[in-house]
C-alpha cells in the first residue's frame, strides 16, 4: 500500500474535480490507494491524475480566483 506522502491532491469545490499529483515510482500502488481513497471519500468527484507541473499551475490559479 502506497503511504499518504506518495501523492497530493487538491480539491476544486464548485467543479466538483480532484487534481492529483503522484510522487512516487510505484505507480500500481499508488493508483490503487488513490482509487480506494477516493471512491471512498469523494465519489461525487471527478479526478484528474495530472503532471507536478500542471498541478502547482492549477493551485497558483485557484490561489488567484481567491484573491
Same mark, same amino acid.
Given at each position: 500500500m502506497a503511504?499518504? $506522502?506518495s501523492w497530493q491532491f487538491y480539491k !476544486? +469545490? !464548485?467543479n466538483k474535480i480532484l487534481w492529483v499529483k503522484i510522487c512516487a515510482q510505484?505507480? &500500481?500502488? +499508488?493508483f490503487i490507494a488513490i482509487n480506494k481513497w477516493w471512491? $471512498?471519500?469523494y465519489p461525487e468527484y471527478?479526478?484528474?491524475i495530472v503532471s507536478?507541473?500542471?498541478f502547482e499551475l492549477i493551485k497558483m490559479q485557484a490561489? &488567484?480566483?481567491e484573491q
Open positions: 503511504s499518504a $506522502t !476544486e +469545490v !464548485e510505484d505507480l &500500481e500502488g +499508488v471512491k $471512498t471519500r471527478k479526478i484528474r507536478k507541473k500542471e490561489k &488567484e480566483k
